[in-house]
């Protein structure tokens, strides 16, 4: 496109592309900054103009789409924002709890996993909460078999879950 003839064009419609697009948004910066962007896909898309009905209705409609564009996408990080924001407003219980049932999740996984009588003391003492003598009693093992049984559990438990995990069955 010839600049002469750019700048005309420019300088003629540059004003009521604004105010149309100002209509649309409802913000003059939002307006000005669409029609700018208009001119520079015009002259970098070297668009010739050769009717002049044809210029004003490739300008109007170009400025006008990409209002309701802008439009659409602020509607879209406007729901965005508001469901970060009610995620964010959750109350803290909640997800203590979610991390708390994934955490239990994980070590009944692995307590599964476990030799069978390790898997069964253990769940007896720091599951169904029996006295390590209670277990002993239950079970027809001794109390150090008990001890024995936890403390390998406990040592399983380490070696795949972090300490943090480990707390829980300590209260």
């Keep these: ?28 910066a939002k307006a000005e900054d669409v029609v700018q962007d208009v001119f520079v896909k015009v002259w ?4 010739s103009f050769d009717d002049h009905t044809k210029t004003l209705g490739y300008l109007y409609t170009m400025v006008k789409n990409r209002s309701y ?23 803290s219980v909640e997800i203590d709890e979610i991390e708390k049932w994934s955490l239990l999740n994980s070590v009944y996984a692995h307590i599964r996993q476990m030799p069978p009588k390790t898997a069964e003391v253990f769940t007896e003492a ?12 239950k079970l027809d093992i001794s109390l150090k078999t008990v001890e024995a049984h936890v403390t390998k559990a406990y040592k399983m438990l380490r ?12 209260t």
Excluded at 3 to 15: D, P, S, T, V, W
Excluded at 74 to 81: A, Q, R, T
């Design 44 to 47: 970098y898309d070297d668009i």
């Design 69 to 91: 564009e802008i439009i659409r996408l602020e509607s879209k990080e406007k729901n965005i924002v508001q469901n970060a924001s009610y995620i964010n407003k959750l109350p």
């Design 1 to 28: 496109m010839d600049a002469i003839l750019f700048k005309a064009i420019f300088k003629e419609h540059y004003q009521p592309l604004s105010n149309m697009a100002f209509r649309i948004l409802n913000d003059f």
């Design 126 to 137: 720091k599951i169904n909460g029996l006295s390590y003598a209670q277990i002993a009693a």
């Design 159 to 170: 070696k795949d879950l972090n300490e943090q995990k480990i707390k829980v069955f300590n």
